[in-house]
């Protein structure tokens, strides 16, 4: 299956289960895998036979930026329900959501959810 990737899509949001987090917010890091045909687009080189990246990283975008989510789960859920919901061409879709600025007492680079959803979940 061919794939189109979106890797480190920065979006600032407020989710997490400590009040402030919600009021302050943070940046979150996106990387996204979407499964499609590419055949037609790479013999045509016609956007219309392919999922534009832009409009795929502007669906990421405002789901991450409609709801404030305790949990990054929900939100890396929600953010591959929307894409699947609006690119009906696209097979699955793999969500890694990254939170590099978690309020843990650690030394980390970032605490994620990585999630695959398929068509069939969207139903």
């Given at each position: 299956?061919?794939?189109?990737?979106?890797?480190?899509?920065?979006?600032?949001?407020?989710?997490?289960?400590?009040?402030?987090?919600?009021?302050?917010?943070?940046?979150?890091?996106?990387?996204?895998?979407?499964?499609?045909?590419?055949?037609?687009?790479?013999?045509?080189?016609?956007?219309?036979?392919?999922?534009?990246?832009?409009?795929?990283?502007?669906?990421?975008?405002?789901?991450?930026?409609?709801?404030?989510?305790?949990?990054?789960?929900?939100?890396?859920?929600?953010?591959?329900?929307?894409?699947?919901?609006?690119?009906?061409?696209?097979?699955?879709?793999?969500?890694?959501?990254?939170?590099?600025?978690?309020?843990?007492?650690?030394?980390?680079?970032?605490?994620?959810?990585e999630i695959s959803r398929d068509r069939r979940?969207?139903?």
């Amino acid at each position: 299956m061919d794939k189109i990737i979106i890797k480190g899509l920065k979006v600032f949001a407020y989710h997490g289960v400590n009040p402030e987090e919600k009021v302050d917010g943070q940046y979150f890091i996106l990387d996204i895998t979407a499964y499609t045909s590419l055949k037609n687009a790479g013999q045509t080189d016609n956007l219309n036979d392919t999922v534009s990246y832009a409009k795929i990283l502007k669906t990421a975008v405002n789901v991450m930026n409609e709801d404030k989510y305790d949990l990054i789960e929900k939100a890396a859920n929600r953010v591959a329900e929307k894409i699947l919901l609006d690119f009906n061409t696209l097979d699955q879709v793999d969500i890694c959501l990254k939170k590099p600025q978690a309020p843990i007492k650690a030394d980390f680079d970032y605490v994620a959810v990585e999630i695959s959803r398929d068509r069939r979940d969207s139903k």
